[in-house]
């Protein structure tokens, strides 16, 4: 079983364009990679937990925002 954030990279290493975190969770729920265990909003907590993985990792961040809400991986 994969972590939230693992399993979001997972769908946007395949993912043909950047996704905003409500796309994320389908996506992870759909391909069976992570499903919320009973939180009542985890687009915020996934959300919550990108910017702060940005903010402390900088330039070796796994991922990169690249609009409002829209994240992408850091290549």
């Not at 996704?19 to 990679?33: I, P």
Request: aromatic share 6%.
């Amino acid at each position: 079983k994969l972590s939230q954030m693992a399993a979001a990279e997972k769908v946007l290493a395949t993912a043909k364009k950047p996704m905003n975190c409500r796309e994320l969770v389908e996506a992870m729920a759909k391909k069976r990679l992570w499903s919320s265990p009973g939180g009542k909003t985890p687009e915020a907590t996934l959300y919550a937990a990108l910017l702060r993985h940005i903010r402390t990792k900088g330039k070796e961040a796994r991922f990169k925002k690249v609009g409002p809400g829209q994240f992408a991986l850091n290549r």
